[in-house]
């Protein structure tokens, strides 16, 4: 599969989420309410487009999509590396929120009627595995045989972002994606960024469950007082320990490498210069381009504005 089928495949995905969205919104609003449920439906929408392109592409799926075997003592590291990867993560996201608000704050506050089990199971499992066979798997693996590993990564890293369909989320997570394609290069296999997705995804659940058990209303309470003083005094904290943070995290990723018998992965990943795809083509064309601006008009609300004037035409009423 090359990058040109990979992103007709972004393109249809995305034109498949977003009729999805709508589609729920109109005439199924109860579902959009069940988080576990909508969460479901838009991976399964995320990931059946490219994955029917692989197939119909001829691709040996599993081997295509790299997931291998780990040592116990490489998956151990990459616990550690996730945890020193949040103040980055953390970092981002602040910086974000000097214009938008906490979006996953906001969703889990919404959602605190949802037993721990099923939210746990929505968001720290099922959406860290769809969305890295997608990203880290499909789209980097079509991407780095067309154009090159750096490019590629740094293609994935875009489509996780937008994906996400908020400026909030899409802020840390191309930090995050740029970060997983480094471990699953470091290690070989794709089940290091799946690991890695999860411990973040879960350890959040975790944290904003047990938070919002004590106080329902902490995010809306806590929104209230933080100010933008506030914000920059904490985003200046979080350039020292993002810094300290993607320090360590780097060396974990050289111990990786070295202890999965790739060393020099990570070099060639990151040179320019090095980059030998096995054929190369075009990994930015129009379908690519046409998705991203459809993301990004359903980030900033143009395509609701578009979507509720064509509903509101044929007596539908969509709510924000």
Request: charged residues 10%.
């Amino acid at each position: 599969m090359n990058g040109r089928k990979a992103n007709w495949a972004f393109l249809v995905t995305t034109v498949f989420y977003i009729a999805l969205v709508y589609i729920i919104a109109l005439f199924c609003p109860a579902l959009g309410n069940n988080l576990v449920l909508s969460n479901l439906l838009c991976e399964l929408v995320a990931l059946l487009p490219i994955f029917l392109f692989a197939v119909v592409s001829g691709e040996k799926t599993v081997s295509f999509l790299g997931f291998h075997r780990m040592k116990i003592s490489s998956v151990l590291m990459v616990v550690l590396f996730t945890f020193l990867s949040l103040p980055a993560m953390s970092l981002f996201n602040l910086i974000s929120q000097l214009w938008v608000e906490n979006e996953v704050a906001a969703m889990m506050e919404s959602q605190r009627a949802i037993p721990f089990g099923l939210l746990y199971l929505s968001v720290g499992i099922i959406a860290p595995v769809f969305e890295e066979i997608a990203c880290r798997g499909f789209y980097y693996q079509s991407y780095k045989k067309a154009g090159g590993a750096f490019k590629a990564m740094l293609l994935s890293a875009l489509i996780f972002a937008l994906i996400h369909m908020n400026f909030n989320q899409a802020a840390y997570a191309f930090i995050v994606g740029i970060l997983a394609v480094l471990l699953v290069e470091a290690t070989g296999s794709l089940w290091s960024s799946v690991l890695y997705h999860g411990v973040i995804n879960g350890s959040q659940a975790v944290l904003m469950y047990g938070l919002l058990k004590e106080n329902p209303d902490a995010y809306s309470e806590q929104a209230a007082v933080i100010t933008n003083d506030f914000l920059l005094y904490a985003i200046g904290v979080y350039v020292v320990l993002g810094a300290i943070g993607l320090t360590l995290c780097w060396a974990v990723l050289v111990w990786l490498s070295n202890n999965e018998g790739r060393k020099g992965a990570l070099k060639n990943q990151l040179s320019l210069s090095g980059e030998q795809p096995q054929k190369r083509d075009k990994v930015i064309t129009l379908p690519l381009i046409a998705a991203c601006l459809l993301c990004l008009g359903v980030m900033t609300g143009a395509v609701f504005l578009f979507v509720m004037k064509i509903a509101a035409h044929f007596g539908f009423t969509i709510s924000a």
